[in-house]
């Protein structure tokens, strides 16, 4: 057929198989083209589909060019100004949603003053702007609902006939619903007689009016439409679809699930009755059956899922004139369900292909064909968690790639994941399958589509951040997660290496939350002041740099303490972060007062340029976004007449709404596998289709629709309506008839807590059902893999288990960690569930069989054994695996975000009284007489609160009395000490070896006397645990660093009694024996080597809790795991500890518990019995948990 007769008409191409509905197209279009410079228009219902069809003409055709692909709204609207002329029809609707909010905006507070409007006013509470926008939102998403399902009734409203047409009749309005049609009324009369006629149930009626007539048209239109790939269409479109059949040639490739007629199989059939069908019957006409017995005469699933694809089938069928296209087309048949050439029809995901494609029931007709071994077509996993379902998809994504499942070899192209919610699922995907680079076996490149702006876009989400500053309480790790925002640091001169010195400083200068004393007063909290706020931060950096020294070295009180931290060439992140803090405030300012939308475009064009600095092109990208949403946003106001003053949330609200629009240009697929949202008209054949979160409650998701949408009354449902459910319903028949050789379904079906069964969404029990059905009971089940709750389970290794993992680093775990008798060292610990056991397994060695070596030797044979301090030592002893894992291993577990503090100190507890106290107890100075201490004490204390290291208002007047007296106390104590040694000793140096460590440090701070030497310490921490009734005794824990002083002196035959004061008590210890010191110092120094090779289990805590009382189990198992009146257990003090030994059960298990209790801390057991313990004046008894 030549190009310049192309006929017109109306035709639809029926197919179960999208790629059937291609070729047919594409090879239609191929062998009847246009003319040169015109160009084919396809649309279609998402960006996924936009692209596969791209694809597929360019794949057959060898190029993809002169092709429009977009959607329906824009070509229905497209179409309307060249049927009846630009000058008539304008570039945009005055009523489409975005404009008909603003409109209401200005609306609706008059309106609800009028008694007919009572229902609705309600919602609004005084004057709150915010509000209003909700509600004008959600009215104009309503009325944009209205314009395309039911265009009559605001047809009759405009009339005046307050009437709800319906199947069969009318209902009248009730009271509390005619405000809807007196609202439609009043927004018809802010419109000119122009924009009246513009509206779009008024230009629909117009155009298809004049196509009808056989006038000509204003201009010519697209001589081809085609459609392809959707399962719902509005009525509207399908009306224009048709009229304009008589001007152009319109073809829609329509996936159809069924060849049969099936419309009759579904509850609303009484809605689709029409005198033409296009399918034939599959044997009996099933019309007249009940809807009850329907089971025994269809395909359930599509009986259960197929409700929307059904509506729309049986709206075609009355503009489909199957002779009439078949004579335009000259085509044989118009239909396409033959089976595949070469595809394997036995396996069980063909079978439910063609059983529903064939219309055949589940209870009776053709017996299915019994599966074959081995069929994994349909495959179901069950896991404990979304990360886990992504860990066994990685899994097993990898074994697809190495096996082939089906008919042909899978790559990572070949497959999608769909899930309820990308948003949500999006960090988890990034984590499991972003966690191996290029250069790994297991890498499998991805891509995940459907993210919103905010999620792709560190930027925008930084701008979200901005737009609600006079909201937040802009907490310190708010602004650090600000400095990391790669566009924001650039505009301010900070590199990725300078954020970790930065964050210190603000840590350290006592930035909490807040931007200033006025930002606070803005939130209601002026009395807080300007103590721990951004601005009091900053001062005390510029103020430290400024200074220069220490203003308790002369005394001076500057109101401010300076912070001494900042200097040498960094000082300019200080400068950048002053410059930083002035921009926000400035915005914050700015934020609190009202303004038209033209005026906040300004502002917020302006704040965007003085934050933002774009580094690449996403950050263009996002700018360009942004801008794009302003210029939506003030052109919608202004299409609506809208220039009142408004707040920055409302301004928020609309910017941030503008940019939600979505673009047909967005990306969907790419090089790897395709991770998306499950989304309506999407069924893109995939060799693997992957549904991830299948929970009960998650899919099908919930929509409720507004109160006062009277399409969601009884009785007013009409098909084509769009259902959320609906949707997911047909969302999962798409994806099942989408699939070419592998179904994949999983969802959280095992609790975490105590892994109880979850259920799965209500559609995979259905589908679960027809398989069991079909193919008889427990056939879903043998289908199914319950995988355990870690990734390093034994099951995973263990022959016959049925489960795998591609993760070697477990496999070596597994394979190279035996205990006695060969059994796997994971789990050794008891029967504590899978996965249970020690993972310090996987790190360390020991002398006990269960612990076989694995770390090379500390040191080669000619190196020189590596030397450590005092200090070090002590470290270990407190914290063993922490040092094993810190120092051997070079892994620090502590996080480092965790320890950035975004509230002020409402009080002091025992170890915030010990971070305040340690400082400033280290730096007394040496000179100061009896009577300056006092001063010096209040002295120290101003400081401290001039640092906003001390609570605020009264509280923290309160506790600087407390700690003024602490300090006086405790220096007191010291300085009567120090009147009978009131010389300076020399220092004396520590020098002592063995063949795997040695030991140098020196010991400062001598002092001499007639009595010989003493060695005096202060110390922020409590020594001692006195009793309600005045009983004093030594907690040794606290103590180790004294006595590896006291250990060293002796040792280098310089023993001299040691003295400490601490927080409620001075104790005195005697000078040691020289050669039992150096003998215990070599032995800990053994231990030390020891303990680099792997985590000992050796917790001082519980070690001298066994000491003290070793039948007491319950006592043990409190001191390290936590008990009913302890409020901290000492795993809890160091993670890596609890890492290695999650429970006591696993520290004793290892068999070395006892042996290292009784070589290192029964000698500091016994130094600290021997003890002189004289408790401070007023110091009281212990408070339950005071630890520090």
């Known amino acids: 057929m030549p190009a310049s007769t192309i006929s017109p008409g109306f035709i639809a ?50 190029v993809c060019a002169a092709t429009r692909v977009e959607l329906p709204s824009r070509f229905l609207w497209r179409t309307y100004r060249q049927v009846l002329g630009k000058h008539n029809v304008p570039s945009d609707s005055p009523l489409d949603k975005l404009p008909m909010t603003w409109r209401l905006m200005a609306l609706l507070p008059g309106c609800l003053q009028d008694p007919v409007f009572q229902p609705v006013a309600g919602f609004l509470r005084g004057d709150e702007p915010d509000r209003l926008l909700q509600l004008a939102s959600r009215l104009a998403d309503l009325f944009d609902q209205y314009q395309i399902y039911r265009p009559d009734w605001l047809q009759d409203w405009t009339a005046g006939r307050n009437v709800l047409r319906k199947a069969a009749g009318q209902d009248e309005l009730g009271e509390d619903q005619l405000w809807q049609a007196e609202l439609w009324r009043r927004v018809l009369a802010t419109l000119d007689e122009t924009q009246r006629q513009a509206t779009r149930p008024a230009l629909h009626a117009r155009a298809l009016a004049h196509l009808q007539s056989g006038q000509p048209l204003a201009s010519p239109v697209a001589r081809r439409v085609s459609v392809f790939g959707m399962s719902h269409m509005p ?25 049969y007629h099936w419309g009759d199989i579904i509850d609303g059939r009484e809605w689709l009755q029409a005198e033409r069908r296009r399918h034939a019957y599959r044997g009996e006409a099933l019309a007249g059956l009940p809807l009850a017995q329907m089971h025994l005469h269809a395909p359930t699933l599509l009986a259960a899922w197929g409700r929307q694809g059904r509506d729309f089938i049986r709206q075609l069928d009355a503009f489909d004139d199957v002779r009439a296209a078949l004579t335009l087309t000259q085509l044989n048949r118009l239909d396409f369900f033959d089976d595949v050439p070469g595809e394997d029809g036995t396996r069980l995901l063909a079978q439910l292909q063609r059983r529903i494609r064939d219309l055949e029931p589940s209870s009776s007709g053709t017996p299915a064909v019994p599966l074959r071994e081995g069929d994994r077509s349909v495959t179901f996993s069950v896991a404990h968690s979304p990360v886990r379902e992504l860990e066994v998809l990685h899994d097993q994504l990898l074994q697809w790639f190495h096996t082939t499942p089906g008919d042909r070899p899978l790559s990572p192209r070949d497959v999608v994941v769909m899930v309820p919610d990308i948003e949500v699922m999006a960090p988890a995907i990034r984590a499991v399958f972003g966690q191996y680079k290029r250069g790994d076996a297991r890498f499998i490149p991805f891509d995940i589509a459907d993210l919103g702006a905010q999620a792709v876009s560190p930027l925008i989400h930084a701008v979200q951040w901005l737009l609600a500053l006079p909201q937040q309480r802009s907490r310190m790790s708010e602004l650090v997660e600000l400095l990391e925002v790669p566009a924001l640091a650039a505009r301010f001169g900070l590199k990725d290496e300078h954020l970790p010195t930065l964050t210190r400083w603000m840590a350290g200068s006592g930035i909490r939350w807040g931007l200033s004393a006025q930002h606070r007063a803005g939130l209601g909290l002026g009395v807080c002041g300007d103590d721990n706020s951004a601005l009091f931060g900053v001062q005390r950096m510029l103020m430290g740099y400024a200074c220069g020294a220490d203003p308790l070295d002369d005394g001076a009180s500057l109101g401010v303490s300076p912070y001494f931290e900042v200097g040498g060439l960094d000082a300019e992140l200080a ?3 002053a410059h930083l803090l002035q921009a926000l405030i400035d915005w914050w300012q700015i934020g609190t007062q009202s303004a038209t939308p033209v005026q906040w475009a300004e502002r917020c064009r302006a704040t ?56 047909l240009e967005q990306r969907f697929r790419a090089g790897g596998v395709t991770f998306c949202t499950l989304m309506p008209m999407r069924a893109i054949p995939f060799q693997a289709v992957c549904l991830l979160g299948m929970n009960d409650g998650d899919y099908p998701r919930r929509s409720p629709r507004a109160d006062f949408d009277l399409m969601g009354l009884p009785g007013m449902t009409r098909p084509g309506d769009r259902s959320r459910r609906d949707d997911d319903r047909q969302l999962m028949l798409e994806a099942l008839l989408s699939a070419r050789q592998v179904l994949y379904v999983s969802w959280s079906g095992r609790s975490v807590r105590d892994n109880s069964e979850q259920p799965p969404s209500v559609l995979v029990s259905q589908l679960r059902d027809e398989i069991d059905l079909l193919w008889g009971k427990d056939t879903a089940k043998g289908l199914t893999t319950v995988h355990p709750l870690q990734p390093f389970s034994r099951a995973y290794f263990e022959a016959g288990s049925g489960l795998q993992t591609y993760a070697k680093e477990w496999r070596a775990a597994q394979q190279d960690h035996r205990g006695d008798g060969g059994g796997s060292i994971i789990g050794a610990a008891g029967d504590r569930g899978e996965g249970a056991a020690p993972t310090g397994a996987l790190v360390g ?5 269960r612990w076989p070596a694995l770390l090379p030797p500390l040191m080669a044979a000619n190196e020189q054994a590596p030397i450590i301090s005092l200090a070090q030592l002590a470290r270990f002893l407190r914290k063993p695996v922490g040092a094993f894992f810190r120092e051997r291993l070079q892994v620090h577990l502590e996080d480092e975000r965790s320890a950035l503090h975004d509230e002020e100190l409402f009080g002091l507890g025992g170890l915030d009284l010990y971070q305040l106290l340690d400082h400033e107890l280290q730096h007394v100075p040496a000179d100061l007489s009896a009577d300056e201490l006092p001063s010096h ?36 104590a010291a300085w009567r000490e120090r009147e009978n040694y009131p010389h300076a000793a020399e220092r004396v140096l520590v020098d002592l070896g063995q063949p795997q460590v040695g030991l140098q440090d020196a010991l400062g701070g001598l002092l001499a006397g007639e009595g010989g030497q003493m060695l005096l310490s202060l110390r922020a921490n409590k020594l001692v645990s006195i009793s309600k009734a005045g009983k004093a005794t030594a907690l040794p824990e606290k103590l180790i660093d004294i006595w590896l002083q006291s250990l060293a002196a002796a040792a280098m035959d310089q023993p001299c009694k040691c003295v400490v004061v601490g927080r409620n008590a001075l104790v005195r210890a005697e000078p040691q024996d020289t050669d039992a010191a150096r003998a215990q110092l070599q032995a800990l120094l053994a231990t030390w080597a020891e303990g680099m090779r792997w985590p000992l289990p050796l917790p001082p805590g519980v070690a001298l809790q066994w000491l003290k009382d070793k039948k007491n189990t319950n006592a043990l198992a409190d001191a390290y795991e936590g008990g009913d009146y302890n409020k901290s257990a000492e795993k809890d003090k160091d993670p890596a500890l609890a890492r290695t030994y999650p429970t006591l059960a696993d520290l004793l298990a290892t068999g070395e518990f006892e042996r290292l209790a009784q070589k290192v801390y029964e000698p500091l057991k016994a130094w600290a019995e021997r003890l002189h313990i004289d408790p401070l004046p007023d110091t009281p008894a212990d408070d339950e948990g005071d630890e520090a």
């Open 13 to 62: 191409l029926h197919s179960h198989r999208a790629e059937v509905l291609a070729d047919t197209l594409t090879g239609w279009l191929r062998t009847h083209p246009l003319l040169p410079l015109e160009s084919e228009v396809v649309l279609v219902q998402s960006n996924g589909m936009a692209e596969w069809i791209k694809i597929e003409l360019a794949r057959q055709g060898g």
């Open 235 to 259: 009525g509207q479109l399908l009306e224009m679809l048709a009229a304009l059949a008589a001007h152009s040639q319109v073809l829609l490739a329509v996936p159809n699930p069924c060849q």
């Open 575 to 577: 400068g950048s972060l």
């Open 608 to 663: 965007l340029a003085a934050l933002f600095k774009p580094r690449d092109d996403n950050d263009r990208n996002a700018l360009a976004a942004l801008d794009q949403a302003l210029n939506d946003w003030v052109r919608a106001c202004d299409e609506a007449g809208f220039a009142e003053a408004v707040p920055l949330a409302v301004a928020r609200s609309a910017w941030l709404e503008a940019l939600k629009t979505p673009r």
């Open 845 to 849: 060695a020991a002398p006990s069989p």
């Open 937 to 972: 004490a209040a002295r120290v204390v101003q400081h401290l609160r001039e640092a906003g290291a001390l609570p605020l208002a009264g509280v923290g007047t309160l506790e600087a009395q407390k700690l003024t007296h602490i300090l006086q106390t405790q220096l007191a």
